[in-house]
């Protein structure tokens, strides 16, 4: 479980979202009851922690793969539309045909996010 919990780690953190701490004039694009909140951090945190849970759900470890022993992460990078949807879902450095493809899977059943804005 680890193991899942590390390649999800590394989807969410290194995703192509504009999942940065926010600098200058960004908003980062965030899930509904997060843009609420003042503070940037937490607003981060609190994005970063439902991404987290959407993924964990979403993500189902292929049992080809496990049985393999294949383990790592994949860096995954995609882009939040201005309709929060989310679109081109690339695999930037994999680790395997299976584990990519359920990693891409993951990512495309996101729900819609509120987009990232510029001010």
Sequence with gaps: MKKVLALLAAIVLLSGCGAKKPQGGLVNASYAGCEQIKDPNAEFKCFNNKLSGYLADEYSYP?????????????????????????????????????????VGAVQALPNMIPATFD
């Design 63 to 103: 049992e080809a793969a496990r049985s393999l022993g294949i383990e790592g992460k994949i860096y995954a990078n995609f882009i939040v539309e201005s309709d929060g949807s989310v679109s081109n879902v690339k695999v930037v450095k994999g680790l395997d045909a299976l584990l990519d493809a359920e990693a």
